[in-house]
């Protein structure tokens, strides 16, 4: 590649906040759209995102921040997206611009509602983009931990491999270690599957169950996970690998975990809309939940945790006969 490419994030939350913060490491220049004008001007005057992780400060001198869609789109050759799932396709609608000729990453732990595909899919039906310029990141990182500069480590994902070693490069840093891999849709899939998985977790705790009991649920998450991602995209893959197994540990044990955290609260008692309520943040693992049950039902997936999830989100089972009949399903 002759000239640098310019690269933009799309969204305005903590993961893409973290991943602007990640990229100044490396470019001189970051596009980044957010629909917030007020907080692009605060951003501009007091450095940070008024937000989300407010310890992140900017070199507001290397931003060129929009809340025009269509401006950051014709700025960059690469659009990472990292705008919540749910609120995904209302964006995109919004894009009057060409995109045949970009690149696009997500970065999106989710399905999208509307389509029911993950969003390396939703990108190829929606604007016709080859597989080859779509690309996925993928964890394990939190992005509390990156604005505090704990060592890290993101998998990057894309059918092209020189595509997803310029993201890879643009990402890495002392404390973010980067490695590339053609597992697209697998990567997206398990970025997908572990949010409920998380929520699994979540209830579990919220249940009163243990440590004990966690470790045989992660380990029958994995499998689970495992059986899922063969039947809609079969291919050689380790899922121990971090970019599947290390994702599903960290969302389901980290107190920055969104999704466990929800699942907390519904295990505690809480009905669903009460706790997104509480929370004013996204998990989405509750949209996951449908998308997974209605996916594994078509490829004929055995996958008890989802469906434990599904009927208690979606059926309003109660998740204590709920956990316990799953009980007698693990092992």
């Not at 995102?49 to 809340?67: G, H, M, R």
């Not at 700025?75 to 919540?84: G, V």
């Not at 919220?206 to 059986?227: C, H, P, T, W």
Request: proline content about 2%; overall charge neutral.
């Amino acid at each position: 590649m002759k000239n640098t490419p310019k690269v933009a994030v799309f969204g305005g939350g903590s993961w893409a906040t973290a991943i602007v913060k990640m990229l100044s490491e490396n470019l001189k220049e970051i596009g980044w759209y957010m629909r917030s004008a007020d907080n692009i001007a605060y951003i501009k005057e007091h450095k940070h995102n008024p937000s989300y992780i407010t310890s992140i400060e900017f070199n507001t001198d290397q931003l060129v921040l929009s809340n025009n869609i269509d401006t950051i789109v014709g700025y960059a050759d690469y659009l990472i997206f990292a705008i919540p799932s749910a609120f995904l396709n209302d964006e995109l609608k919004k894009i009057s611009v060409s995109v045949e000729h970009k690149i696009l990453f997500s970065a999106i732990k989710g399905i999208v509602p509307e389509s029911g595909k993950i969003v390396g899919e939703h990108f190829f039906d929606e604007f016709k983009i080859p597989m080859s310029n779509i690309g996925v990141i993928t964890g394990p990182c939190h992005a509390e931990e990156v604005a505090l500069e704990r060592l890290s480590y993101l998998t990057i994902a894309c059918q092209d491999e020189e595509k997803a070693t310029y993201i890879a490069e643009q990402l890495s840093s002392r404390y973010i270690n980067t490695k590339i891999t053609d597992d697209i849709i697998g990567t997206e899939y398990a970025a997908m599957l572990k949010n409920i998985y998380a929520i699994a977790a979540g209830i579990a705790h919220g249940l009163g169950y243990g440590d004990n009991f966690q470790s045989v649920l992660m380990s029958n998450a994995i499998r689970e996970m495992k059986r899922f991602i063969k039947k809609v995209h079969k291919m050689k893959r380790n899922i121990n690998n971090s970019a599947y197994l290390g994702d599903l540990l960290v969302t389901g044990y980290s107190v920055f975990s969104r999704n466990r955290m929800f699942g907390n609260m519904i295990g505690k008692g809480y009905t669903v809309k009460s706790a997104m309520f509480e929370m004013s943040m996204i998990a989405e693992g509750y949209y996951a939940t449908k998308s997974a049950y209605e996916i594994k039902n078509i490829k004929q997936a055995k996958t008890p945790i989802i469906d434990t999830i599904y009927a208690i989100l979606y059926n309003q089972k109660e998740a204590k006969k709920e956990f316990k009949k799953l009980t007698e399903l693990l092992d």
